[in-house]
């Protein structure tokens, strides 16, 4: 099974560089390179400012509860089920234009937040179809302000202004994007939805958290007279009714994830389709706990088909995590509307969630030895409190090659095998609990990367440190001897 693990892994690494994808160590150095190039501004406090913006949406949530004094007035008791908690709130980085099954899609006005990481507009394009979109308001780049036409001091990305708002149809990777500024029109490429949002970093600079800096809102205005591209809650969800769909797309809106696919697809597994966001969503409730904030200020992670990522990736981190076809429209043991089906192989989703999970904050140099590691702590908490580890192939062999190394292993193989380096990081749940990674990710959360050492001899050592002292701060104790045993070199 290493081998379709090795794909999964390649995940957020091989989008940096395709030709190397299957070596996982190589991908990591390039990550510091990719993450180095956006403009100067873009690092600095980025993970304060994370901090300042990840206040839970929770205001509104309270105000709704029912009076406190309520039980004295004769009602029901606290403790009966309708007097449950009402369900989560809608995360104001959201976009979740409510639009009709059938077009045309008219003239609509949505709120369009700087850091959401693409919102959906509910409108669908055939090729050569258009949309007009005016925008005004400002919104902001750390402390800048900017319109809607962006600041070209900012740079330049594929083509249009930073700061600038942009569209784009449909989300795949790098794809190209449409400057739209104060006015303008998109001439779609090929059929699929339209998406529109500040244009600040590359897709892969997103899966990092280049957003985090990112805020303010404004009024965009989308003409069109194509079709729609409706976001239905899987709560309200009847399947029969999605067959007046008219482009025959649709997003599934859970409690904190989206799956982007067809009307096709969800009669397909008509059966399965709401276990299957409830696990998802359940996934990203467990890795929560364990992270202790959501990634991306809490924003609902999409789930995309991506066809053009095939090459080189099975699934790539990031909002979307954009998924091979298969994983649309692939075997019952494989389908993303199936996740809740015990023999689905879940691990991919749990996975790419970890990354974006480990990010949450913006602080990512720690896994700079192997950036495929630590989304697996996530991914086996996940397993193990779902009661999921059942037909997860993986969970039973990532230690396999322990013996070995320990016996007379080789410092590369060590830095560029994944699960071994996995197998390591699990000797410290088995020592200190899944506690101790809440404990870490504490330790992250005040962390910014620039306080984060790369180099040393061999190389980047000095992270090796820096993971030993963050581990002994998150046990209570010096955990050098379990370094030391595994003969991980420390500075
Ligand atoms: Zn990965």
């Known amino acids: 099974m290493r081998t379709l693990c090795l794909m999964l892994l390649v995940a957020l690494a091989g989008c940096d560089d395709a030709g190397d994808a299957g070596d996982a160590g190589e991908i990591t150095l390039d990550f510091g390179r990719a993450d180095a190039a956006p403009d100067g501004g873009v690092d600095a406090g980025r993970a304060d400012a994370a901090r300042a913006d990840a206040a839970p949406p929770d205001a509104a949530a309270d ?166 591209a409706p976001l239905v809650r899987v709560r309200d969800l009847d399947v029969g009714a999605l067959a007046a769909i008219e482009s025959g797309v649709v997003e599934l809106v859970g409690d904190h994830v989206i799956v982007a696919t067809t009307v096709a697809e969800v009669e397909r597994d008509a059966e399965t389709v709401v276990a299957a966001l409830g696990t998802l969503d359940a996934i990203w409730e467990t890795e929560e706990a364990l992270r202790g904030q959501g990634p991306f200020r809490g924003q609902r992670v999409r789930f995309v088909e991506d066809e053009t990522i095939v090459e080189f990736a099975y699934m790539l981190a990031g909002n979307p995590i954009r998924c091979a076809p298969d994983l649309l429209h692939g075997g019952p043991d494989q389908r993303i509307l199936r996740a809740g089906e015990p023999r689905t192989d879940i691990w991919g989703f749990a996975h790419e969630l970890g990354h974006v999970f480990s990010f949450a904050n913006g602080t990512w140099v720690f896994q700079y030895n192997n950036v495929e590691v630590f989304p697996n702590i996530f991914t086996i908490n996940v397993l193990q409190t779902l009661g999921r580890e059942a037909f997860q192939p993986n969970i039973e062999t990532y230690c396999d090659g322990r013996a070995a190394w320990m016996a007379d292993g080789d410092y590369p193989t060590f830095k560029a095998d994944p699960f071994l380096q996995l197998c390591f990081l699990m000797d410290f749940t088995a020592a200190y609990g899944w506690e101790f990674w809440q404990a870490f990710y504490g330790i992250i959360d005040e962390t910014p990367n620039e306080q984060i050492p790369v180099g040393g001899n061999p190389e980047h050592a000095n992270t090796w440190g820096f993971l030993r002292d963050a581990f002994s701060q998150a046990a209570g104790e010096d955990v050098t001897p379990i370094f030391e045993a595994w003969r991980v070199p420390l500075p």
């Not at 449409?178 to 244009?199: K, L, Q, S």
Request: aromatic share 6%; net charge negative; proline share 10%.
């Open 63 to 228: 105000a709704d509860t029912p009076d406190a004094d309520a039980p004295d007035e004769g009602a029901p008791d606290a403790a009966s089920p309708d007097m449950g908690p009402p369900p989560p709130p809608d995360h104001p980085l959201d976009a979740l234009p409510e639009v009709p099954f059938a077009g045309p899609y008219g003239t609509r006005t949505l709120a369009v937040h700087a850091g959401t990481n693409w919102a959906a507009t509910g409108l669908y394009l055939r090729a050569g179809q258009s949309a007009s979109i005016t925008a005004e308001g400002r919104w902001q780049v750390g402390r800048s302000f900017v319109g809607p036409a962006g600041n070209p001091a900012l740079g330049q990305e594929r083509g249009c202004d930073k700061g600038g708002l942009v569209a784009r149809v449909g989300l795949r990777f790098e794809d190209a994007i449409t400057c739209i500024g104060a006015a303008g029109e998109i001439v779609a490429p090929r059929d699929g939805a339209v998406y529109v949002g500040m244009i600040a970093s590359t897709d892969l600079g997103e899966a990092y958290g280049d957003r985090l800096q990112l805020d303010g809102y404004l009024d965009v205005t989308v003409t069109s007279d194509g079709a729609t």
